[in-house]
């Protein structure tokens, strides 16, 4: 694929989840661009193939499955001589729908993925780096870590959690040289909503709903008709200008925040009582 075990140990070595498009892909290419060793990986067998086309070091990485994490990890110990400089968790996905309609299947689900399987593949990643005395370690939130809104529960509570178990692990990790760090990302272009509709198929009884009427009038139709960008919206860019920093800052930040709407909503947060807030992003 490109690389070996012999490969000159200057090169920085970066490990990328969920590579397949949006951006995952977007900070492959960049921080390869940059002069990064990138491990780009993805869910499936056919994205990891198209990226090894593109020039990629690619394998598979599948949060769900515990073994393409163990494997990733024998993946540096062999070919990067045990050297992981890096560690960007992005994969994630959404499973739309109103908290009151979500079964159990759904939350444990979304979370063997969105939080499980990143807490699980960061425990892998962090001998390596404790036996370099550095690495970073940088986990992909939301502006939807910070604030609720509606229909998005599922994978909100996997962001809240994320957010918890990242800020307690750069506490824990001020006594090592491994600096961890969160993207915030607001909207971005990717295809996380196209994504979210299997999810939204298999587990959402919309139909049966009390909330029917108001899935028919904007849930479904945000989901199925493509309205072109967000508001505010960005390209993937934004995030890879944000990861650069935080790979190769000297100190790296705890936060960074990637369009104005997570901005905005950090310092409403900050600033304006639940009751309002509430108000506020009700009528998002």
Known sequence: MGHSATQETNEKIILITGCSS???YQCAVDLRAAGWRVLATARKESDVMRLRDEGFESFVVDYAQTATLEAARDYIQTQCNGQLDALFNNGAYACPG???DLPRGALREIFETNLFGVH???????????????GRIINCSSVLGLVPMRWRGAYISTKFALEGLTQTLRIEMRDTGI???LIQPGPVTSYIRKNSIPHFEKWI?????ARKEQYEN????RLYEDRG???????ATAVSAKLLHAVTARRARPNYYVTFPTYLMSALKRLLPARLMDMIIARV
Not at 123 to 130: H, Q, T
Not at 218 to 221: C, R, Y
């Open 179 to 181: 600096q961890v760090s």
């Open 22 to 24: 949006g951006i995952g």
């Open 120 to 134: 699980e593949l960061t425990i892998l990643m962090l001998p390596l780096m404790r036996a370099a005395g550095a």
């Open 229 to 235: 960008p967000d508001q505010f919206e960005l390209p």
């Open 98 to 100: 109103a908290v009151e």
């Open 205 to 209: 009884k919309w139909e049966t709903s």
């Open 218 to 221: 904007s849930l479904i139709a």
